[in-house]
């Protein structure tokens, strides 16, 4: 055979292999309107090629041979979507699928299969997931919500809208940072707080504990809590109302319309709150006796002090918030595309310092809020994978606290007169003005299905004035806060998604402007920082039900307006603060198990926080008021486990408990000192060591009738007694402490018409017992509410 024979007979038999070797790939994402359907199965009909989609929505199927396909996605809880491609010789077909929830399977999620907040908890990051849509009915905040949850302690100072310290693993204040759908709460104002929210405007929330993910682009050394709302393309409402205890009542409103022929969308939200808070006072000391005209007590003489039960007669509450955002969704340029504008405002009185024994009968806070937003997300921009999200914002919020009666007042209300006001000092109408400025871009690309890179920059600038408006109408040296974060992560998913790497760096920088009193003049001083933060978080599927995880990060957080200026209320400014750091680790495991229809979830986990230049609110005798300090260094150990049980749609019960150890590690307070601080490997005062949560549920449909459904749910919290003040002052008959705890919750509610119709009954602490929290402030007793809520979508 010529030459030339054999060769045309090797380019003829090459022929087929040379069009097997022309294979493509389809991907793209999967959502429910602009939220990635993470778990969600893709299949082509007919063939062994599928895959599933990643946290991010994100799919891709590779050695596809040219032709044409029925590609199938289907995950529990949504309608199957499928869509007939046409794949060309070496194609990269890209193919977004839109699906839409089925509520017939949404039902027997809890079943068979894995929820939303299922899928997040077992991320590679620590993260508590919490599922908000079953206390939609209640009358709770998000606060009261994730205080059931593990690792996670709130204190609060009384009753509603009460100052709150939010604690996760130890860490505990500025150190957690709070965001609403990635953005920051205090960007929308000072109402925007988890004790103002209502359950109804958020879907779920997600708790990153010590180790925080770049696109949150925050310095949040502690952790951070994202509030995740509605996300979906769709026409809703949700409107509520309740009324209890105390005169408290609490309204809140939240809605979407669409034109699904212009894209055209208008989404609003709103709450209103308020209380008296005239809940009883147990064994408190008040004045008898003396010579009184109407409240005052002109004379003391014969007067003696004596203990006894009173209500609270100066701590009423009023917040209000009103959002509206107008733009478009799913045009060739963008995906999301608002502009936003808000207003918020409260005013409340303020009974006690940060102890008791300190009390006020005419202080007052008023607060407004102005801000306006834009917010533009485009999913592959310019090319498949590249998607970038962007948020903008300019606010400003007022305060003015008046304390101008030189008052000593008691808790029966009556009073003395004293040389100085309630608060100490001269009188005032003390104005704090806060313009700030705040913008965020993240962008993320997906290389492939194994590798994605993020890459996150955030800058906020503040300008905070401070000023007596009885002495002047400006601030002559306002402070400044400038923070820039810049985050790159880099994402690996491999061995089908069994194994997940994300590796993480940031870039802190810090301008700041104070004054300062230096040889009783004040000082303007200027100060910059700059350092680099560092991390990893991975997990590894053992088996698809049994998965262990592990976390690190070396992470800084820059001090906050408050901290540095103060609050006007019970927090002194301190300019000296430093910026704090920390190392933090996370080991944890998680286990699935399905018997037929019942389900049980177990996770366990270690932290360790290893924190210095520690920012910590230590109580000032002399000026009783509340100050923050750098305690050089912390370090915190802990455990934490939950047990979680459902079955069916029935019955459901989780269990959990956190032992977290917070030590003083500062040996020596001065350079070359050789004596131990006093305090040195004292537990951290004022905060919890030991706590637990129990939940039980049981509800059932068609009860009362066709689309109904009834449902008894009971809560309990324990607290372990932990000290006030360190354990290292006084002796041990007189240390202060707060005693353990034991509160019990309780409520039953009725739906109607498939949950448009809804009513609740609720009891809080139902034993009546005492109950303390932040500093051995007593919170409310027994309490009852009734709440009204229609929803339709």
Not at 550 to 572: I, K, P
Request: net charge positive.
């Amino acid at each position: 055979m010529s030459y030339r024979k054999k060769l045309l007979l090797f380019l003829l038999s090459a022929i087929p292999f040379c069009s097997f070797a022309q294979t493509s790939s389809v991907s793209g994402t999967v959502k429910d309107g602009n939220e990635a359907v993470a778990g969600a199965s893709v299949l082509l009909k007919g063939t062994k090629i599928g895959t599933t989609a990643n946290e991010r929505g994100y799919y891709e199927l590779d050695k596809v041979i040219p032709g044409s396909y029925t590609l199938v996605i289907s995950y529990l809880g949504y309608h199957t979507e499928s869509r007939v491609i046409t794949v060309k010789a070496n194609q990269k077909l890209q193919v977004d699928v839109a699906v839409k929830k089925d509520q017939q399977q949404l039902n027997d999620v809890a079943i068979s299969g894995k929820t939303k907040t299922q899928e997040i908890k077992e991320s590679n990051f620590s993260v508590n997931a919490v599922d908000t849509k079953k206390f939609a009915n209640t009358t709770s905040d998000l606060n009261q919500i994730l205080n059931r949850t593990t690792g996670i302690r709130i204190r609060e100072q009384g009753g509603l809208g009460s100052d709150f310290k939010f604690s996760i693993n130890g860490l505990s204040g500025k150190q957690v940072k709070f965001f609403i759908d990635g953005i920051p709460l205090e960007v929308l104002g000072s109402a925007m707080s988890l004790n103002n929210i209502p359950v109804n405007l958020a879907e779920r929330m997600e708790v990153y504990k010590g180790v925080v993910p770049v696109q949150l682009g925050a310095d949040a050394m502690g952790g951070a809590v994202n509030v995740v709302t509605n996300q979906k393309v769709s026409n809703y409402l949700d409107v509520s109302s309740s009324y209890g205890s105390f005169n408290t009542s609490r309204s809140a409103l939240t809605g979407q319309f669409v034109d699904k022929k212009t894209g055209l969308t208008l989404k609003a939200s709103s709450f209103f709150n308020y209380s008296d808070n005239n809940y009883k006072m147990k064994d408190v000391e008040i004045l008898e006796g003396g010579t009184r005209v109407g409240n005052e007590i002109t004379d003391l003489n014969g007067a003696n002090f004596t203990t006894t039960d009173v209500k609270r007669f100066h701590d009423h509450y009023k917040s209000a918030m009103g959002q509206i955002e107008a733009g478009v969704t799913n045009k060739k340029y963008a995906d999301v595309l608002f502009a936003g504008f808000g207003y918020n405002e409260g005013r409340q009185d303020l009974q006690t310092g940060f102890d008791q024994s300190i009390v006020y009968g005419r202080v007052q806070r008023k607060s407004k809020a102005l801000n306006g937003s834009v917010r533009y997300k485009k999913d592959n921009l310019f090319t498949q994978g590249l998607n970038l999200s962007v948020f903008a914002a300019r606010s400003k919020d007022t305060y003015t606290t008046t304390d101008t009666l030189f008052r000593q007042y008691y808790w029966d209300g009556s009073w003395t007169t004293k040389g100085y006001s309630e608060m100490g000092g001269i009188k005032t109408v003390a104005k704090i003005m806060r313009p700030r400025t705040y913008a965020m871009g993240n962008l993320s690309y997906v290389i492939n299905k194994e590798h994605s890179l993020n890459l996150n920059y955030t800058i906020d600038h503040l300008r905070n004035q401070t000023y007596n408006e009885l002495l002047t109408d400006h601030d002559d040296m306002p402070g400044l806060l400038n923070k820039r974060i810049l985050g790159f992560a880099y994402q690996q998913d491999l061995f089908d998604q069994k194994l997940v790497n994300t590796a993480f760096v940031k870039y802190y920088n810090l301008g700041l402007e104070r004054s300062k009193l230096v040889d009783n003049v004040n000082t303007l001083r200027d100060t910059t920082f700059s350092n680099y933060g560092y991390g990893i978080a991975s997990r590894y599927k053992i088996f698809p039900q049994f998965g262990v995880k592990a976390s690190y990060e070396h992470a800084y957080r820059l001090q906050e307006a408050e901290e540095m200026f103060g609050d006007g209320l019970n927090l002194q400014a301190n300019p000296d603060l430093k910026p704090e750091r920390s190392e933090n680790f996370n080991l944890g495991a998680y286990y699935n198990l399905k018997l037929d229809k019942h389900v049980f979830f177990i996770e366990a986990s270690g932290f360790y926080r290893n924190a210095k230049d520690f920012i910590f609110v230590v109580p000032d005798q002399r000026s009783k008021l509340l100050k923050n300090d750098n305690k050089s260094n912390v370090r915190v150990t802990g455990l934490e486990a939950e047990l979680r049980y459902n079955y069916a749609n029935l019955l459901s019960f989780s269990i959990n408990g956190t032992y977290q150890n917070a030590i003083n590690t500062t040996r020596f307070v001065q350079e070359g000192s050789v004596n131990d601080e006093a305090t040195y490997m004292n537990k951290i005062p004022n905060q919890p060591w030991l706590f637990g949560n129990l939940d039980f549920s049981i509800g059932k449909d068609n009860v009362l009738g066709k689309d109904t459904r009834l449902q008894f749910n009971w809560f309990t919290q324990y607290v372990q007694w932990f000290y006030v003040t360190w354990e290292a002052y006084g002796n041990a008959n007189g240390k202060s402490d707060v005693p353990t705890q034991y509160v019990h919750n309780a409520s039953l509610s009725y739906s109607m018409a498939k949950g448009k119709y809804n009513i609740s009954a609720e009891c809080r602490n139902l034993t009546d017992n005492l109950a303390y929290d932040n500093f051995r402030l007593q919170k409310p007793g027994r309490s009852a509410s009734v709440k009204f809520r229609y929803f339709i979508q």
